[in-house]
C-alpha cells in the first residue's frame, strides 16, 4: 500500500509506486510536447525509471518529493506533481508535468494548490518557486492559479537542459 500524502476533491497525491507508475509515466515521457518544457528530449523506458529511481531517492533525501497523482474517480496515474529541491536548484520547487490524456482538465492547478498548502502548512516552507520553461503558457498559467507570481528570468538551470527559464514564486502569507 503506497502512502497518500494529499487528497483534493477530485485527486490523491501518493508517493511514487515503481511498479505500479512506471507503464504510464514512461507513456508521459514519450510525448514531445510534454517533454519540451521539461528538458526537451523524450526518454524510453529505462531513462524514465532512472527519472523515478531519482524522484524516490529525492524523497529519501529530503523527506518529500514528486508525488505520483491518481484520478479518484478512476484510479488512472495522471501525473507527478510536488515540491522538488536537487542540489543545485536556487530555490525549493512545486513543480508538475501531467500526461497529455489528462491536460487541460485544471489537475495541475488542482494538485499544485494543494502542494502550496502542504508545503507552507506540513513541511513548513516561507517560499517557493515554479521554474518554468519559456513558451509555457499552460505552466504560467498554472503558476499564476495558485498564487504565484513571475520574480525573474533564469538561464541553464540543472536538469532543464539550457532551456531559458521564468522563475515564479510566492511566499507563505
Known sequence: MTKTFIET?????????????IDAWADMMTSEDTVRYI??????RMMTWRDMVTVVGHQQVRGY???????????KWIGRVGPWYPDGWE?????WTIHRDFTGKGYAKEAGKACVDYVFNTLGWTQL???????????????EAVGSKYLREAIDI???????????GQSKA
Open 9 to 21: 476533491e477530485r485527486l490523491i497525491l501518493r508517493e511514487v509506486d515503481m511498479e505500479r507508475d
Open 91 to 95: 530555490e525549493p520547487e512545486i513543480g
Open 158 to 168: 540543472p536538469l532543464f537542459g539550457g532551456l531559458k527559464c521564468h522563475i515564479y
Open 65 to 75: 518529493s514528486f508525488m505520483s497523482v491518481e484520478e479518484k474517480a478512476t484510479g
Open 39 to 44: 528538458g526537451g528530449v523524450t526518454k524510453d
Open 129 to 143: 518557486i515554479h521554474v518554468i520553461a519559456h513558451g509555457n503558457i499552460a505552466s504560467i498559467k498554472t503558476a
